[in-house]
């Protein structure tokens, strides 16, 4: 991954967003454009309010029978959902991949990092940023 000549400082793994987290925003985000209480969506969905908070926050994956619940108890298309959810992945893709670049003064940790490799940090190198959206791989030309 780094070119001849360049230093790979670090390598973090950075994850997409998880299914239920952007679900339960989508959620969330609904029933309070309706105005409409936790309670008053748990008991049409026939769930508990604790249960909705929790899929609301992203804290439990619900079934897709759950789901299809509290969709229908906001009025809300299963298949709108997931393409909510879709377009949702999509913007943060495009967040990730437009990430701008950030000098090592920015990133004492990454100066710190390079320090305990036995080099001085350099304050005239820019960081590289790697071409894959999910891996931030800061480089040092040597």
Do not use: W
Not at 21 to 32: D, F, N, P
Not at 38 to 65: C, F, H, I, N, P
């Amino acid at each position: 991954m780094a070119a001849a000549g360049q230093v790979v400082l670090f390598e973090r793994r950075t994850a997409e967003p998880l299914l239920r987290h952007v679900v339960g925003g989508i959620l969330r985000a609904e029933r309070t454009e309706q105005a409409r209480t936790l309670l008053d969506v748990a008991l049409a969905a026939q769930v508990s309010t604790a249960y909705l908070s929790e899929v609301e926050r992203g804290r439990k994956e619900a079934s897709s029978e759950v789901l299809a619940a509290i969709c229908r108890a906001l009025g809300l298309r299963v298949v709108d959902l997931l393409a909510r959810s879709q377009d949702e992945f999509d913007a943060e893709a495009n967040r990730r991949a437009g990430v701008e670049r950030r000098s090592l003064t920015s990133r004492p940790r990454a100066a710190r990092d390079l320090h305990t490799l036995g080099a001085a940090p350099r304050r005239s190198s820019a960081p590289v940023r790697s071409t894959t959206p999910t891996t931030t791989v800061l480089l040092l030309a040597a």
